[in-house]
Each structure stands twice: as structure tokens, then as C-alpha cells.
């Protein structure tokens, strides 16, 4: 629901999640640097983030930064135990709740005024409640538009609340770098300072036409109508995912294509089977790709019909990797990922004829209730046998 001059949409983002859940249940490492992850950072608390430790970050050069650190092996039951008893609290606040990831989440508390008082009262409440029945520190940004909600938590980080009233939106949101606005990651952010936008106000002040020349249509849109804090995007009650996807960390060290394709193996597996346990399926495979550089770079193809056939999407997968090699070969890769999109229900899918004798639905079906019955390390392809194949993170019910 969006209602028009009220600051009622909350975003509460719990604090450094993973350290936060490490440090709540370990007395020692309270007040300490920890980090969670040792071949590559996958989270840290603020106390390692004032050393310049950051995630994704290689683990040796974060215990560079930070030799104090506390390096803790990740705990992914625990995380998603917190983040159900984390998204009950939300759950009894308001019925109106739209998750983000395992750890956000968009609140709306229009119309509970009578009941809970005003959306910062309620957002006091929400923190203190997280605390007591959770254990763990979250920030909430209240304001009138889920972007603005979502830019005002990310300022009162950690453990803060802010509120942005309607009738100085525009006076909190200009000053700002315009790594601030959504979808505005490393390389975008670079294009825009190149040209003089450090501040979201630089941006407000350009003519669309003049971002969409410099981004391209869709993104050069976004951000003008971000800049002016034009979001009217309501909250979204059980949205399901519009994507499934993995990704796997890979370290600086050269790759061989051979071992490349197994880590894509895996992924894939794992990718398929959740959409398999979530009853989608989907047409869209897109492999995400992350150089020595920092650099990224994306390649996708579209299928024919939506499947959740591992085999379907891993021949369209490695497809897409060889086509990436000269890319990979001249800058090196530290990181790959696959996701499939354009998702459908199964219910819905217009069932096509078999002419593909190839395809094994029944193959996938035996692998999914072997795991399902003896967990996901009980049955493997043999190149991924010995190997570690890497984490797999807790994820939101789709």
C-alpha cells in the first residue's frame, strides 16, 4: 500500500547478520573483530569493517588489515534460524512484509497508527523486539518510498534508526555519494564521477535524456526518477523470486578450464534442484562472471521452453563459459555464478512433447530424493569427488 505524503514503508536490515549471529552466541567474541569465512570473507563485524575488512574480500588480505581479526567457520542452520525467528517479529508487526534477502526486509505500517502508534514508535518496538526475542542488532529506516527506506537504514548503520519526513526528502537524499542510489554498483558509480556526478544531487539535476545518452534507457530512467525520489512501488506480499542462482568464490589463483567447468557443474546442480524443490522453472540462464580487476561481466541465453532439467540448463551453462574464455584466459576469474530466470510455476507450464530423448526428469527426481533423504553430500558427479563445493546459503521460502 503507498500512501502519498506519509513516511509509513520501514526497512529493517539486521547488522553484519552472519558476525552478528557468531557474536551473539559466543560471549568471547563480543566487542571483538570477527570475520566468517576463511578462504574469502562472507561476512564481518563492525569491528573488522573499521580495519577496511569488507565482504568478498580474500581472506588473507582481510587478516592483513585486521590481524586481530577472529576468523569464525560460517554456520549457514544457525543463520537461518535466526532469519525465521528474525522474520516472525516482522510477521507480528504487520501483516504487510516483503522480504529482501535473508536478513531485510520492507515493512508497510500504514493504517496501524490507531493500534501501534507512528511508524517511528513502531520501528523503536520492532528493534527492541528483535533484540529481546532474537538476540541480534537491527537498523530500520522509515520513510515515505521503499528507496528512501532502504538509503535511510543504510546511513543509520549499525544498530541506528532514522526517519526521513516527507518535507525534507530531497534535503537528506542530494547530499549523498551516488553510490547510494539502488542499483548504482561499482562500474556505474565510476561512469557517473567520470563526469563530474559524485552526488546524488549532481544526478537529480541532469535532464533524463541526458542519463539515458550516458546509461542506456532503462538505467539512465531508474536513476532520474530515483534522484527525485520518485518511487512508487508498493510493498509486495509473498512475491516469489523472479531468479534462482548460486555463485562460488574462486580465489586468485589461475584456473584450469577443466576445474572451472566442475565448479559450474555444481552450481548448476545445485541451482536446478531448488527450482525443483520450489516448483518453478525457467527460461532465462545467466552466468555472472567476476575478474582479478573487479570487473564483471554477465552472459545469458534464453531457451526455447522454461525447464528445470539440470541437464537443459548445464549444457547452456557451459555453452555460455566457452564463449567467455578469451575473457577469463586475458583477466582471470575469482568468481562464477549461474542463475536461471524468467521463472514460471510448474502448474502453468504447457507441457511439451518428449522429442528430446535425452531428457532425464526421472534422473533429476532419483538425485533430489536421494538428498533429500541422505543430505546433499551423499550423491555427487564424479568430478566434483574430494572437492569442496563451497557453501551453500540460506535463502528465503520463494
Known amino acids: 500500500m503507498f500512501v502519498h505524503g506519509l513516511a509509513t514503508i520501514l526497512h529493517a536490515d539486521l547488522d553484519a547478520f552472519y558476525a552478528s549471529v557468531e557474536q551473539r552466541d559466543d560471549p568471547r567474541l563480543r566487542g571483538r573483530p570477527v570475520i566468517v569465512g576463511a578462504g574469502v570473507v562472507l561476512a564481518c563485524s563492525y569491528e573488522a569493517k573499521a580495519f577496511g575488512v569488507r565482504t568478498a574480500m580474500n581472506g588473507g588480505q582481510a587478516l592483513r588489515r585486521c590481524p586481530g581479526a577472529i576468523v569464525v567457520e560460517p554456520r549457514m542452520s544457525a543463520y537461518s534460524e535466526a532469519s525465521k525467528a528474525v522474520f516472525k517479529v516482522f510477521e507480528d508487526t504487520t501483516p504487510l512484509v516483503e522480504g529482501l534477502s535473508i536478513d531485510e526486509a520492507f515493512l508497510d505500517v500504514a493504517g496501524l497508527r490507531k493500534i501501534r502508534g507512528t511508524p517511528v514508535e513502531i520501528a523503536v518496538r520492532l528493534r527492541a523486539e528483535v533484540m529481546s526475542r532474537v538476540g541480534l542488532p ?111 568464490a574462486l580465489g586468485r589463483s589461475p584456473k584450469s578450464p577443466a576445474t572451472l567447468d566442475a565448479v559450474l557443474a555444481g552450481l548448476v546442480d545445485r541451482v536446478s534442484r531448488r527450482m525443483r524443490s520450489a516448483g518453478r522453472s525457467g527460461r532465462s540462464v545467466t552466468l555472472r562472471l567476476r575478474f582479478d580487476d573487479f570487473t564483471r561481466a554477465t552472459r545469458s541465453h534464453t531457451l526455447p521452453q522454461a525447464t528445470d532439467q539440470t541437464r537443459a540448463i548445464l549444457v547452456t551453462a557451459r555453452a555460455l563459459l566457452r564463449a567467455a574464455n578469451p575473457l577469463i584466459t586475458a583477466q582471470g576469474l575469482t568468481m562464477i555464478g549461474i542463475s536461471v530466470g524468467n521463472l514460471e510455476n510448474e502448474a502453468a507450464l504447457q507441457l511439451a512433447l518428449p522429442f528430446d530423448k535425452a531428457a532425464n526428469n526421472e534422473l533429476d527426481s532419483a538425485l533430489d530424493q536421494v538428498k533429500d533423504k541422505f543430505g546433499t553430500n551423499a550423491i555427487t558427479r564424479g568430478v566434483l569427488l574430494g572437492k569442496s563445493q563451497g557453501l551453500e546459503m540460506p535463502m528465503l521460502p520463494d
Not at 547510494?180 to 535532464?207: Q, S
Not at 532520474?224 to 509486495?236: K, Q, Y
Request: no cysteine.
Open 138 to 248: 537491527i537498523t530500520v529506516g522509515v520513510a515515505r518510498t521503499k528507496f528512501l527506506a532502504k538509503v535511510a537504514s543504510g546511513v543509520a548503520k549499525p544498530n541506528g534508526l532514522l526517519e526521513v519526513a516527507p518535507e525534507r526528502e530531497l534535503e537528506f537524499l542530494h547530499p549523498l555519494d551516488v553510490s547510494r542510489l539502488w542499483g548504482v554498483g561499482e562500474v556505474t558509480a565510476e561512469k557517473l564521477r567520470n563526469r563530474g556526478l559524485t552526488k546524488v544531487g549532481d544526478v537529480a539535476m541532469l535532464p533524463e535524456a541526458a542519463l539515458v545518452a550516458m546509461l542506456g534507457r532503462a538505467s539512465g530512467r531508474h536513476l532520474h526518477a530515483l534522484a527525485h525520489n520518485r518511487d512508487p512501488r508498493p510493498i509486495e506480499v509473498g512475491r516469489r523470486r523472479r531468479s534462482i542462482g548460486s555463485q562460488r
